[in-house]
């Protein structure tokens, strides 16, 4: 048994946080994304691919989402975790912004699975937590993730330069920003 909790529902997915229990149904996932994900992601040691490093990542989740400090929802179709999107680095006081990071199953990709998840995520941000900001750093190579944020309103404010180390190469990130104007 699971401890799943669905927080929205949209016309195709559930979004659902998970708890350290769920770590079979994450390292499936994991698993499967494994090649697709390694080139946008961080090089990752073989321990990563572990069910206790993946046990280890849901309660380090939890704890930050206890602390007002993350959000992550898992994203739940035909029965299968297929990717999370996230809200990271949450600054509250005069700045209220924070890092939007999504990840995808790369058998999934072209059905706009992504775009709805984002849509309800950026929803919550703004209507529930009330963001002002919502910053996306992408590398210019991965078109298809430009292509998610453009169609959600993302506008580019600049080129980081040697932004985030991808297998031991520094690569640039353009940076991506949502406003929520209801807060202008």
Known sequence: MYLMKEV????????VLLDSSSVHLVLDYVMR???????????????YFTAVYQAELLEQDAKNMDESQLLKWWILYEEQIIGSVSLS???RGAF???????RLDGQQLNKGLMTEALHALIAYAFNEMHLHRIEANIMPRNGASLKVVEKLGFYE???????????????DHIHMVLRNSAME
Do not use: M
């Not at 209220?96 to 999504?102: E, I, K, R, T, V």
């Open 157 to 171: 404010e600049g080129l980081a330069l040697k932004y985030l180390k991808i297998h031991d190469v520094w690569e």
């Open 8 to 15: 929205c529902k949209t016309e195709r997915l559930s979004l």
């Open 33 to 47: 994304s494994r090649n697709f994900l390694k080139l946008w992601e961080p090089e990752r040691n073989e321990d």
């Open 89 to 91: 680095n949450i600054v």
């Open 96 to 102: 209220q912004s924070c890092h939007l990071g999504y």
